[in-house]
């Protein structure tokens, strides 16, 4: 695109949508997080941002990272109602360039640029470098996308992990799957590494105990506040942190990640050190044969606060 442009970017999220400008030479600046639900459309939360921050630069191009499948000018979100015509929203705010990528792209593309405070290691390794890195994100969904070195940049490779078959690596576990089975004709990864799979995690294990399930959120279901109170939260994020694990290690053996596996999204982060002192990373390594090579591959949890909105401003600087 333009570096020398200002550049309107924003990370689409069925939960939230983050919105900034990118100032000529790459400041991001006017960052505002909106609540998807408030608003019937993109374009409509799109225009609100613009008339509550009032840039001293209108925008002329747009980088848009997106919870969903991009292929093609029609864009439809994966948990959410919007849709959307990518060159209908160009003309809309008259941008010279809009660029819409899968949110889990500029995700990858922030990772090189990541200092050691913006991440937290769990467990050992040691990464190689110019090897491909792995990144996966629970959050209302969950994200996966593979960052491939190419020269001096990198190549952020959209794809659609969340959506591979999950698979139980103990019976307390395929007593949940077999359960989510009668409700689903498909049990993917995303239907308990997410928000709402969370949630389905705590229905399952409370229906599998006989007790009555709570109305739980998400937030509270992690909440170590709350977990003598309720046992079955604990067991769900406890499943949650080691289920997470083996799709990680999946993803690793699948691309070769040597470079490293990241997670990102807006859980993992949240849950501190009892993530770090969870199954996880046991759970990844436990391979088979390949424990040890496993053993190898570091994994981080990054605690920048916006990652997608960091690559997605290189986007724009490119």
Not at 240 to 251: D, I, W
């Amino acid at each position: 695109m333009n570096g020398l442009a200002t550049g309107l970017i924003a990370d689409i999220g069925a939960t939230n949508t983050r919105l900034a400008i990118v100032q000529p030479g790459g400041a991001i600046t006017h960052v505002r997080v909106f609540a998807t639900d408030e608003y019937a459309s993109l374009t409509d939360a799109i225009e609100a941002y613009l008339a509550a921050e009032h840039p001293r630069r209108r925008p002329t191009l747009g980088v848009l990272a997106v919870a969903a499948p991009v292929v093609g000018d029609r864009v439809t979100m994966t948990n959410h109602p919007w849709t959307f015509s990518v060159d209908a929203v160009r003309k809309h705010f008259n941008f010279s360039e809009l660029r819409v990528v899968n949110d889990f792209v500029v995700n990858g593309l922030a990772v090189p640029h990541l200092t050691p405070s913006d991440r937290r290691q769990i467990g050992g390794g040691t990464p190689i470098k110019g090897a491909p890195v792995g990144l996966l994100g629970p959050g209302s969904g969950l994200g996966v996308s593979t960052i491939v070195p190419h020269g001096k940049e990198v190549i952020s490779v959209q794809g659609e992990g969340g959506h591979v078959t999950m698979a139980a690596a103990d019976d307390r576990e395929a007593a949940v799957l077999e359960l989510m089975r009668r409700r689903f004709d498909h049990v993917s990864a995303e239907r308990f590494l997410s928000g709402p799979g969370l949630i389905n995690l705590y229905n399952a294990l409370c229906e599998l105990s006989g007790e009555p399930a709570a109305p739980l959120t998400a937030a509270q279901i992690t909440d170590a506040g709350i977990e003598d109170e309720y046992l079955r939260a604990r067991e769900a994020t406890a499943m949650f942190c080691a289920m997470l694990g083996t799709v990680a290690g999946n993803l690793a053996l699948t691309v070769g990640a040597l470079g490293g596996i990241y997670i990102a999204g807006g859980i993992v982060p949240k849950l501190g050190d009892t993530f770090a002192h969870s199954n996880f990373r046991a759970r990844f390594e436990a391979k088979g044969r390949f424990t040890g090579f496993m053993a190898s591959i570091p994994t981080y949890v990054i605690i920048h606060p916006e990652p997608a909105l960091m690559g997605a401003a290189k986007l724009v600087e490119q």
